[in-house]
């Protein structure tokens, strides 16, 4: 059973940080290309950031750059998102999603809410 499950999320105030984790579980995890989505509420979903199987290449949002790490521990089958300098815009759902070829997952998200 595929299962991707994250974890982490919370109230913070802004300028706080937070480390948000996927764990997966019921696939080859290095195989996959994994991406961090967040959805706002009234907003599309967008990419955060974005890593490569071995984890030797990311990628982020312009939005989040210098504030977000995307790294992964493939030995734990697990995808981090380190957050730092939150701020109120970063509120969403944050969502993991895995991709090898046409096969995708998703996990059910975790909520990141910034504010006073």
């Known amino acids: 059973q595929v299962q991707l499950v994250e974890s982490g999320g919370g109230l913070v105030q802004p300028g706080g940080s937070l480390r948000l984790s996927c764990a997966a579980s019921g696939f080859t995890f290095s195989r996959f290309f994994m991406t961090w989505y967040r959805q706002a509420p009234g907003k599309e979903r967008e990419m955060v950031a974005t890593?490569?199987?071995?984890?030797?290449?990311?990628n982020y949002a312009d939005s989040v750059k210098g504030r977000f790490t995307i790294s992964r521990d493939n030995a734990k089958n697990t995808l981090y998102l380190q957050i730092h300098s939150l701020k109120p815009e970063d509120t969403a759902v944050y969502y993991c999603?895995?991709?090898?070829?046409?096969?995708?997952?998703w996990g059910q998200g975790t909520q990141v809410t910034v504010s006073d």
């Open positions: 999603h895995a991709r090898s070829g046409s096969i995708v997952y």
């Open positions: 890593i490569t199987g071995t984890g030797g290449t990311t």
